[in-house]
T-cell receptor, first 115, second 109 residues
Framework: IAGITQAPTSQILAAGRRMTLRCTQDMRHNAMYWYRQDLGLGLRLIHYSNTAGTTGKGEVPDGYSVSRANTDDFPLTLASAVPSQTSVYFC??????????????FGPGTRLTVL | GQNIDQPTEMTATEGAIVQINCTYQTSGFNGLFWYQQHAGEAPTFLSYNVLDGLEEKGRFSSFLSRSKGYSYLLLKELQMKDSASYLCAVMDSNYQLIWGAGTKLIIKP
């Protein structure tokens, strides 16, 4: 059992290009999340999905989009990358529907550099 | 606004005890989480508190005071492998986690 996998591990991207970060979990968790982590700042929620077919906006959603066609996959797309989107991106999942006690488990992260 | 405060960095000695504090101001409270994150790796879950008091789990304990908006993580019998960042996060009224910037813990022999 892999848990949560993310791809790619790292990527250097030219500004203006489109990029999709992939996230797959095999734990049959209902809720999934995308965070970015920047030096000196806490993890910030970009988008989330409480169950397949639904998505919601987090704290910093601008410039990003997500989809949740099935339980396992939750891709994050940057339509036109900008240098301020340089960050480490973590995907996470939790068993429940995003309620109290719902512990989140994290993937290994994608380090993205936009030049 | 919502805010989670933790010290940026702490240093402790192998075998000793260290307490990492976290204060929070959030819109609603549905529990407080502590995660450990080694450099270049993903955060991993350590503990969850929703009621006041101390939760003990091996060498790690976490304390919560909701009235004071305060928690701490206590690490005993420190080992070199405990060198990591420790992240405090509060689940707000929308069931979203609000994260502190993390405390980098340096363990010296």
């Amino acid at each position: 059992i892999a848990g949560i996998t993310q791809a790619p591990t790292s990527q250097i991207l030219a500004a203006g290009r489109r990029m999709t970060l992939r996230c797959t979990q095999d734990m049959r968790h209902n809720a999934m999340y995308w965070y970015r982590q920047d030096l000196g700042l806490g993890l910030r929620l970009i988008h989330y999905s409480n169950t397949a077919g639904t998505t919601g906006k987090g704290e910093v959603p601008d410039g990003y989009s997500v989809s949740r066609a099935n339980t396992d996959d939750f891709p994050l797309t940057l339509a036109s990358a900008v240098p301020s989107q340089t960050s480490v991106y973590f995907c996470a999942s939790s068993v429940g529907l995003g309620g109290p006690t719902d512990t989140q488990y994290f993937g290994p992260g994608t380090r993205l550099t936009v030049l | 606004g919502q805010n989670i405060d933790q010290p940026t960095e702490m240093t402790a000695t192998e075998g000793a005890i260290v307490q990492i504090n976290c204060t929070y101001q959030t819109s609603g409270f549905n529990g407080l989480f502590w995660y450990q994150q080694h450099a270049g790796e993903a955060p991993t879950f350590l503990s969850y508190n929703v009621l006041d008091g101390l939760e003990e789990k091996g060498r790690f304990s976490s304390f919560l005071s909701r009235s004071k908006g305060y928690s701490y993580l206590l690490l005993k019998e420190l080992q070199m492998k405990d060198s990591a960042s420790y992240l405090c996060a509060v689940m707000d009224s929308n069931y979203q986690l609000i994260w502190g910037a993390g405390t980098k813990l340096i363990i010296k022999p």
